[in-house]
């Protein structure tokens, strides 16, 4: 009954959020108590009918419930039909857009794996919860209603009846539990599982080279986490079958008590017996939904716990709309870095890496090479500077105005970039241009890709290239994106000789032609003198900032 109260709490809760009214709830639940009352008021009659002549009114009053009992289970099942599966997708979309609301630094502390087992399983159990309300909303109506006959019939042997119950209730609360405990344990395994996947997914090169490490993947992680999942769900529902066959127990010595106890003395008490018989006997099939819908009204609590604490850590973090027009700083002068610094803290390392203060001052049309070995600090100043971590301490200035909570969206828009970490989309989404499919298929020419992939109304063709090729397809959108400021990590890691020179001689110089201010993270210094500026980084701080060899021999030239 707590788990029914809570998924009806969280529908309350998600109304006010989706395009139906706390009314529409009311009605779906009053519809199905209704049904409930009507189910009992059948079982009235039809004992009247059985202890005394049948009547014409006895007979209408039958013919009527016929038709409205079942016009109001129909009512209510449709209406939490729709209020479920409008609720489920509403809260999926509405946890997506808080992932999208959220800070990178918090998604990243979360983790993919926990954010996708709440879209899927713990959403799953919720939708699943969700189609049981309205028929246990009748079973509740019909077992309220049938003790409420009962109690009109004899309330001395209702006593006896609710006595059974309430101990029912009593020695069921221990093992709900009980197993309650394993559902949550069982939920913590399911955030392992995931993580699992994504090892089993992503590092597939990785096991099938070593024949040691994938026998120990499976035998160490996969094996263990899904034998702990399998052993908690089966103590679980174990727990909950025998609690309801105790239940069921109780409920027929309680019967046979009536029968062969009570009953002995049948003389005026028949028509009083045929009644508890028949609502005793009306009330088995409810009362055993209800004890088999415990297990999944059990997970899906969990769910609704889990699901509320993950959507209260993100919008605790999530950023505010943007206020600016994005386009506000596309003139921009000035970009400065004041004291800017960031920590990554590890599990077991209480300092972390600390990068910064980082202070440095940018200008249009700059072509900056961001160096320094690897662990340096380089992306993680990227991601500062694009405004996808906030700063811990110090600030960043455009054109002297601080970049806050309240205008960093807006900062951002200012960026194309192109991490080692790329993610690439099947459509050119979000880029609004009258000449969409013509400036892509000319990029496309430019990208030696013009053999690989065709664009039509936006869509890609396939994304099924070496890696490489799909770095220059991430470079196609940051082409028709056409923002002020370019970020390169790594781009031409994956490509061939021929093609990293093209990338260096002909599309940066391109783009700084543009005006465009350009920051790339490269490892291949035969191309530093190519840039304007080199900004060197270790272990997270500046340790130079100077002119390339060929600023700085156009300085002298100019001299």
Not at 92 to 118: F, I, K, N, W, Y
Not at 153 to 160: C, G, N
Not at 356 to 374: A, C, M, Q, T
Not at 480 to 509: G, H, N, S, T
């Amino acid at each position: 009954m707590v788990e029914i109260l809570k998924l009806v709490a969280f529908l309350l809760r998600i109304s006010r959020r989706i395009h139906f009214s706390r009314f529409t709830v009311a009605a779906a639940i009053v519809t199905a108590l209704l049904s409930g009352v009507g189910y009992t008021a059948l079982v009235a009659v039809i004992g009247a009918a059985l202890s005394r002549p049948p009547s014409r009114n006895l007979l209408w009053t039958f013919l009527g419930l016929c038709v409205v009992v079942p016009a109001c289970r129909l009512g209510s099942q449709a209406l939490f039909n729709w209020i479920g599966a409008k609720s489920v997708f509403e809260l999926r979309l509405s946890l997506c857009r808080q992932v999208l609301g959220a800070p990178l630094r918090r998604l990243e502390d979360l983790g993919p794996h926990r954010l996708l087992v709440t879209l899927t399983d713990d959403v799953t159990n919720l939708t699943n919860a969700l189609v049981l309300i309205p028929v246990l909303a009748m079973d509740v109506a019909i077992i309220g209603a049938c003790l409420a006959y009962m109690g009109w019939l004899s309330p001395r042997l209702l006593l006896f009846v609710l006595g059974f119950m309430i101990l029912g209730v009593l020695s069921y609360g221990l093992p709900l539990r009980q197993a309650r405990k394993r559902f949550v344990r069982m939920r913590e395994e399911m955030d392992a599982l995931f993580r699992q996947f994504q090892g089993l997914l992503f590092g597939t090169k990785e096991l099938k080279l070593h024949r040691l490490r994938r026998q120990a993947f499976v035998e160490r992680s996969l094996v263990p986490t899904g034998e702990e999942i399998r052993r908690l769900t089966f103590v679980g529902n174990t727990i909950f079958t025998a609690a309801a066959t105790w239940g069921n127990l109780l409920f027929f010595f309680a019967f046979g008590l009536i029968l062969f106890v009570f009953g002995r003395d049948r003389g005026g008490a028949l028509p009083i017996l045929a009644g508890y018989t028949l609502a005793l006997l009306y009330m088995m099939t409810p009362l055993e939904v209800l004890f088999q819908s415990l297990p999944a009204l059990g997970r899906a609590a969990v769910a609704v716990s889990k699901i509320d604490r993950l959507g209260l850590d993100l919008a605790g973090a999530s950023e505010p709309e943007p206020e600016l027009d994005a386009a506000a700083g596309a003139g921009w002068q000035r970009l400065e870095l004041a004291g800017v610094t960031h920590t990554y803290r590890g599990e077991s390392d209480h300092q972390g890496f600390h990068l910064g203060p980082i202070d440095l001052s940018f200008r249009p049309g700059e072509l900056v090479f961001l160096i320094g070995g690897n662990g340096s600090g380089k992306t993680t100043l990227a991601k500062l500077l694009t405004g996808l971590y906030t700063p811990e301490r110090g600030e960043i200035r455009l054109d002297g105005r601080p970049i806050d909570d309240e205008n960093r969206d807006a900062y951002r828009q200012l960026f194309s970039a192109v991490f080692a970490d790329f993610y690439l989309f099947e459509s050119l989404i979000g880029i609004e241009r009258s000449d969409l499919d013509g400036a892509a298929r000319d990029y496309l020419a430019q990208l030696q890709l013009t053999e690989k992939v065709k664009v039509e109304g936006g869509v890609l063709s396939t994304l099924d290239l070496s890696q490489g090729q799909r770095k220059r397809l991430a470079l196609l959108t940051a082409y028709l994106e056409d923002r002020p400021i370019y970020f390169f990590d790594e781009w031409a890691a994956d490509q061939d000789p021929q093609y990293k020179a093209v990338f260096y001689f002909e599309l940066l110089p391109e783009l700084k032609a543009r005006g465009k201010t350009i920051f790339v993270i490269s490892h291949d210094d035969q191309y530093y003198p190519l840039g304007d500026r080199l900004i060197k980084l270790n272990y997270g701080q500046i340790e130079s900032d100077r002119p390339s060899f060929q600023a700085q021999s156009a300085d002298v030239e100019a001299g």
